[in-house]
């Protein structure tokens, strides 16, 4: 049997994280795999060459020396040279992500996307993340702006499968429904 991809990201992410908590870098090693996520957001094409049977060993071995010299934590850099002895370094970039969300969970802090029709003052966005922080009991949240001027106004906050919508349109779109019945 197979494994999937986020099957692979959850087992490496899990371990990473294990090895990197007994060695008190947990932080260190999450402030590398950003350093890893920024190179794969510029070079969205290197998992590829590095999986690719374009170039030979050594042209491979280059281009992964390149991305471990940017990473400080061994493990992290253990991380990566297994994941490409493995034949699985295609899979970094969800394991990355895993590792992100798994880090986000122990230390209590929710990432969600807050819709406006105009953007919110400084004030107004920490209030929202502060008030958002309670209700969901998180430590922190991290607000992430979009406005949509189709919701005339109020505000939709979404976290993974938590929707808060009170904006002007949804309630208009209610008034609607009750008065067509």
Do not use: C, W
């Amino acid at each position: 049997m197979s494994l999937t991809k986020l099957d692979v990201a959850k087992r490496y992410s899990k371990a990473l994280y294990a090895v990197l908590e007994t060695n008190d870098q947990v932080d260190a090693g999450r402030a590398d795999l950003d350093v890893i996520q920024a190179v794969l957001d510029d070079e969205p094409e290197l998992t590829g060459a590095l999986a690719a049977t374009a170039l030979d060993n050594a042209q491979k071995q280059a281009l992964l020396t390149l991305l471990v010299e940017n990473v400080q934590t061994p493990a992290v850099q253990n991380l990566l040279k297994m994941l490409f002895d493995y034949g699985r370094i295609s899979d970094l970039a969800a394991v990355v992500a895993e590792f992100k969300r798994l880090y986000d969970q122990k230390h209590g802090i929710v990432t969600a996307t807050v819709t406006t029709a105009v953007p919110l003052s400084q004030d107004q966005h920490d209030q929202l993340a502060q008030t958002f922080a309670k209700r969901v009991n998180a430590k922190q949240v991290q607000l992430q702006e979009q406005t949509d001027p189709d919701i005339i106004g109020g505000v939709v906050l979404r976290s993974e499968n938590i929707v808060f919508d009170g904006s002007i349109k949804t309630k208009i779109d209610k008034m609607k429904r009750l008065l067509l019945q």
